[in-house]
């Protein structure tokens, strides 16, 4: 009994915090440079917003404020990564408002999450018209291969990768049961001579993902942990319900890999965000 009225008043605390915070929501801009020698004098101070699980409504109508902030960035491009909408394609209005508002400025680049796997399985036909819509809009959205950005006569690689589901249970597979070599089964040969950026919705593969010649990988999916705990960079709990995920947020360096972890710009699960500010991710290359 008692351990029950333990759970029940974290439960009213948590979403007292929740009622809190939904007055004071701000959106944050995370800024990181990427130094690297594959980086051309053409692509020096390149900048790139990323933005992830934005699930189909967004946060606390923030919509605007995302919007304006991106355009005080002015990036050269922006890449989606992945949950931007949810899998039952409900309630879509928000993000195809969002997308639209900022495909007539910026170039931008899309990937699947968990979310769109299974909408693409659950609902084929609202996820076909879904991909048709980002198409007429100019959206370049990339499944297991990679396009050439230009600059003058130099050009970067941006892949896309996808990583299945584990169908019984709807989400992705663990380590274990994704085959050791999936990411270089999956994608094209990584050009080594050029600078080569992954956008890959699912952190926790970063191993593959370095071993297969990525030089930053851009991920989501982990939502910041949804429960931040304040002064740190440590989140509480992965969608898999996994306890403090190692790759909640922020900064990685694996291997010959760095990955960035963006904490999204949505919720999904009971619509919650404690500590934990929508983000968006400005990563601006540096040539050496």
């Known amino acids: 009994m008692e351990k029950k009225k333990i759970i029940v008043l974290i439960c009213i605390i948590l979403i ?9 929501i701000k959106i944050d801009v995370e800024k990181y440079t990427i130094k690297n020698k594959k980086i051309s004098e053409e692509f020096n101070n390149f900048k790139i917003v990323q933005l992830s699980d934005f699930h189909s409504k967004g946060y606390r109508n923030t919509t605007e404020k995302i919007i304006s902030k991106i355009k005080k960035i002015n990036p ?27 495909a007539e400025i910026y170039p931008i680049y899309y990937i699947d999450g968990n979310h769109e796997h299974l ?26 291969e990679y396009v050439e950005i230009y600059k003058g006569d130099e050009s970067i690689n941006l892949y896309g990768v996808n990583i299945p589901l584990d169908w019984p249970s709807g989400v992705y597979v663990s380590k274990l049961q994704l085959e050791s070599d999936y990411v270089e089964k999956t994608l094209p040969e990584a050009d080594t001579d050029k600078f080569n950026i992954l ?65 999204g710009i949505g919720a999904s699960s009971f619509n919650l965000r404690i500590f934990n500010n929508p983000e968006i991710t400005v990563i601006t290359l540096k040539s050496k």
């Open 199 to 263: 956008l890959a919705h699912n952190p926790i593969f970063i191993k593959q993902y370095s071993k297969w010649g990525a030089d930053l990988v851009l991920a989501g999916h982990m939502h910041g942990g949804i429960v931040r705990i304040p002064f740190t960079n440590i989140g509480l709990l992965s969608p898999e319900r996994e306890i403090f995920p190692r790759y909640a947020a922020g900064k990685f360096k694996v291997n010959g890999s760095t990955m960035i972890v963006n904490r």
């Open 119 to 144: 909408a693409e399985k659950l609902a084929p036909g609202e996820y076909l018209y879904f991909m048709s819509f980002l198409k007429e809009l100019g959206v370049i959205t990339i499944k297991n």
């Open 16 to 24: 007292a915090i929740e009622l809190f915070m939904s007055f004071i």
């Open 76 to 102: 050269d491009i922006i890449v989606m990564t992945g949950d931007m909408i949810s899998y039952d394609m409900t309630e879509t209005e928000e993000f195809e408002r969002l997308v639209k508002l900022l």
